[in-house]
């Protein structure tokens, strides 16, 4: 097919976008660094748009390489699916169980539908997932709490983050009149509305907030205990508070107009790009109070392998 890329060219752009530089894509595809730089010279030729830009950081893809991630990524499958069949005992590393939040099974069952490795999620809240690594019970877990500090027999690693966000019916508007985080703007779910608001006074904003109902994750869910904290500190430690069992919940809650919900980005993005909610940042915390880490909880005795497939496919689902 002439003018088309060929497979290692893909795979290599695909390589260099999740390693973050051409040294680390060329270690994790096992070639020499020059094979990485001739791959991506080869697939630039075929290219009018430019697909990589040299950053501080390392190689960051521009707009037109990242378009190229979707069949990157389906060619990975493909291949690997492939091998599966050709060799059915070596193709695959088999079934490992993994736990997962109730916040992030939806990215993680996306990923895990195109892994190498087959994994059985088990749900269950952050701290009770990471007990089960230490007693032995999960091999791995993907959390949003992790042990502080290093801890014997576990590997623990940042894999990425989530923001908190409030979500509501689109034209929602209780929350115009709260203060934004700087001060400076209205906060708001609907984002020309409150460019158009204008600033507004701190105390009237936070009385307007106090009025709101607020769905909130029932506890242990480390969303909602962010959520109560910030509104104590907010000082809205007395408005009205509904704990919601689940993710799903409250994304019903929210589409029946039950209050304003506070959830992880990710959880409600899809109803967001539909039309059917909208979403907007916290209204109140200080920088980064909205800022959810994600963490891969492993077991020492969890294999090599199995670590690195897990890794990369916590890896692919945070970048979903």
Same mark, same amino acid.
């Given at each position: 097919?002439?003018g ?53 950081? $390392?190689? *960051?893809? #521009?707009s037109? &390489?990242? @378009?190229? =991630? %979707?069949?990157?990524?389906? !060619?990975?499958? /493909? ?67 992790a ?20 979500a ?29 608001? $204008?600033p *507004?006074d #701190?105390?009237? &904003?936070? @009385?307007? =907030? %106090?009025?709101?109902?607020? !769905?909130?994750? /029932?506890?242990p869910?480390?969303?909602?205990e ?22 799903g ?12 919900g ?19 940042p916290?209204?109140?915390g ?6 959810v ?24 689902a945070?970048r979903?």
């Amino acid at each position: 097919m002439p003018g088309s890329p060929d497979a290692d060219q893909l795979l290599t752009l695909l390589a260099v976008a999740e390693a973050g530089n051409e040294s680390a894509a060329a270690e994790r595809l096992g070639v020499g660094q020059s094979s990485v730089s001739r791959r991506l010279a080869a697939l630039q030729k075929l290219s009018e748009a430019p697909l990589t830009h040299r950053a501080a950081t $390392g190689t *960051r893809l #521009t707009s037109a &390489g990242a @378009a190229l =991630l %979707g069949p990157a990524r389906a !060619l990975k499958a /493909a291949l690997l699916e492939a091998g599966t069949l050709m060799d059915p005992a070596g193709g695959a590393l088999g079934k490992v169980r993994c736990g997962v939040s109730p916040h992030l099974v939806a990215r993680l069952a996306g990923a895990a539908a195109t892994s190498r490795i087959e994994v059985e999620l088990v749900e269950a809240h952050s701290d009770a997932l990471v007990n089960a690594v230490r007693r032995g019970e999960l091999p791995a877990a993907v959390t949003l709490s992790a042990p502080a500090g290093g801890e014997p027999g576990l590997r623990v690693l940042r894999a990425g983050e989530e923001r908190l966000v409030l979500a509501a019916l689109p034209g929602e508007g209780a929350l115009r009149t709260g203060p934004a985080r700087s001060g400076t703007e209205p906060a708001g779910l609907a984002h020309e509305s409150s460019r158009e608001a $204008g600033p *507004r006074d #701190t105390r009237s &904003g936070t @009385a307007a =907030l %106090g009025l709101v109902k607020w !769905l909130l994750p /029932a506890a242990p869910s480390v969303v909602g205990e962010r959520a109560r904290a910030l509104l104590r500190r907010a000082g809205l430690a007395a408005a009205a508070q509904t704990p919601v069992p689940s993710p799903g919940a409250m994304r019903a809650a929210v589409l029946a107009g039950a209050g304003v919900g506070v959830a992880l980005r990710s959880e409600l993005a899809a109803e967001a790009a539909a039309g059917w909610l909208a979403l907007a940042p916290l209204p109140f915390g200080a920088e980064g109070d909205d800022v959810v880490s994600v963490w891969l909880v492993a077991s020492d005795s969890l294999g090599e392998d199995h670590a690195e497939s897990l890794t990369d496919l916590v890896a692919e689902a945070m970048r979903g």
